[in-house]
């Protein structure tokens, strides 16, 4: 298998940003050195292969910069299935703002964190000199998915664990072990930078709009699409191909 | 005398020459209010019919104006296969040169910027165009190679074939359409040749195979040593989750491991 950038960025921490692949792929990758395209050339790319992720995302300039000379090593414990999406409710079994309940606003799959909207925060001043106090500013600091948060059960709003069980449907659904209740996954878990709703997203002056995108205009033509596009523009080939002999 | 005579005689032609040039340039305006039938090319209508917006300046390699000052751009995703497939030919064709116009404008544009040292808005509109075309391409390939499977059994695309090269290796060779058949074609016979034979490359394949095994093999030890240090770190993790990660692995002969020997696993004292 082929190395590619794209098998370290997990799906739940891009999601929210909604961006193409191949754009965190053209921004992400380090090559240093890439052979030219000649068949007297293999095709070998000499690049970064090892990663070290933060609360910067992976196509920021900040990444590159964090990942310029070295890159350290973490131990992230696996997990199979994500449980932790943004919009839940959780609350927080460590530091200063112990026991308190808090909305999921940014998770880091990468390295089992998420962050907790304007809990668990640092104070940090910017901008400080001689003569200038600083600005300060309020960084919510992650968490980590495995034991510092808990999801809270929407029966009692009180932590449970969870587990992930199947309905009578089929749906895979995350229950609380306690209660036996279903936790269900948040509207804002499917918003994006974008849009709110895929419903709710407000067309701009370069987008195709709804209605002609969605306007059946295909008619089944026993033609290839060069033939059809030849008999709109009224062009006519009377040349024949003489048989030829592929090998 | 003879000569002088032709040399007058040129001078004579030379004379008329000047002469009806003069009279064309002074008859232009006479010749003008006459009418004079002239012959018309006959050139299908459809020349005459222009499409295009009525810009044709250079200006339309670049953005609007008024999205200069932005810093943003808000634009949609690209255009998925299910939406190209139920469109017809004719738009697929205007919409690929929609992509290519707007693909030529974003490199314009992010160059632009790079001179005026601006930041570039929106660089993954690039992407989103390029993924697009790939799609439309896509939807292109699969109604001719509809076609072609009807009317001939065959996919119109240019056959490949898997081969031996004469290093023993597997490897993809595209076919060549040619003129005259292959048993009279005797430059490319050698020029291609295939198979392979001889002790020398036998010895090569199996040195070959070697390093194959052995790369497999250090990729199943460093897989399973990660899986110790992951064990030895989170005592209580996931079994099955290790499984998902490293699949290549056998998870019970990792557990029953010398170096897991003091770690307590609950799973254990239950």
Not at chain 1, 118 to 143: A, C, W
Not at chain 1, 156 to 173: A, F, M
Not at chain 2, 83 to 98: C, G, M, P
Not at chain 2, 189 to 207: C, D, Q, T
Request: charged share 30%.
């Amino acid at each position: 298998m082929r190395f590619n950038v794209l098998q370290f960025v997990l799906p739940e921490s891009k999601r929210y940003a909604n961006l193409p692949d191949s754009f965190i792929k053209r921004k992400m990758e380090q090559i240093y050195y890439k052979t030219p395209p000649h068949p007297n050339y293999l095709p070998k790319v000499h690049q970064r292969k090892k990663f070290y992720f933060e609360l910067a995302r992976p196509w920021t300039d900040t990444f590159r910069f964090q990942n310029q000379d070295k890159s350290d090593h973490v131990h992230v414990e696996p997990i199979k299935y994500w449980s932790f999406f943004r919009g839940d409710r959780v609350q927080i079994l460590i530091g200063p703002d112990k026991g308190k309940q808090g909305i999921v606003k940014s998770i880091i799959q990468e390295r089992n964190w998420i962050t907790v909207n304007g809990l668990n925060t640092k104070l940090q001043l910017l901008k400080k000199t001689d003569k200038f106090p600083g600005i300060p500013f309020v960084f919510e600091m992650p968490l980590l998915v495995t034991e510092d948060v808990l999801l809270v059960d929407p029966f009692d709003l009180k932590p449970t664990k969870i587990e992930w069980r199947y309905t009578e449907d089929g749906e895979h659904v995350r229950v609380s072990v306690r209660t036996g209740r279903i936790i269900p996954i948040p509207p804002s878990h499917f918003s994006t930078a974008d849009y709110k709703n895929p419903a709710l997203y407000v067309e701009g002056d370069k987008d195709t709009t709804k209605e002609e995108v969605e306007k059946i205009t295909f008619k089944p033509a026993l033609k290839t699409f060069a033939m059809d596009i030849m008999d709109k523009m009224n062009i006519k080939e009377d040349r024949y191909q003489k048989p030829t002999y592929w090998y | 005398m003879a000569t002088v005579i032709k040399a007058f005689k040129g001078l004579n032609t030379v004379n008329t020459v000047i002469k009806s040039l003069a009279n064309l340039s002074l008859n232009k305006s006479i010749s003008s209010s006459h009418f004079i039938p002239q012959k018309i090319l006959s050139v299908h209508r459809c020349a005459f019919l222009h499409t295009t917006s009525k810009k044709y300046d250079l200006m339309e390699f670049f953005d609007d104006p008024k999205n200069w000052p932005k810093d943003t751009v808000k634009v949609g995703r690209s255009w998925s296969e299910d939406e190209l497939r139920i469109k017809s030919n004719e738009d697929l064709h205007k919409l690929w040169y929609v992509l290519l116009k707007e693909r030529n404008m974003l490199l314009t544009m992010e160059h632009a910027c790079n001179d005026e040292y601006v930041i570039f808005p929106n660089p993954e509109r690039y992407d989103k165009v390029e993924e697009s075309m790939k799609n439309l391409e896509n939807v292109v390939r699969e109604r001719n190679e509809a076609f072609y499977f009807l009317e001939t059994g065959e996919s119109g695309e240019r056959p490949s074939v898997y081969v031996n090269n004469i290093l023993g290796l597997k490897q993809c060779y595209k076919l060549c359409q040619h003129i005259i058949p292959k048993y009279c074609n005797l430059s490319w016979k050698e020029k291609h040749r295939f198979g392979f034979n001889g002790y020398a490359v036998r010895k090569f394949l199996r040195l070959y195979r070697e390093k194959l095994w052995n790369i497999k093999r250090k990729n199943r030890n460093r897989e399973s040593n990660a899986a110790i240090t992951l064990l030895k770190k989170f005592p209580d993790l996931d079994i099955e989750a290790l499984k998902h990660k490293y699949p290549s692995i056998d998870i019970n002969k990792v557990l029953r491991h010398n170096k897991l020997k003091g770690v307590r696993r609950k799973s254990y004292i239950v």
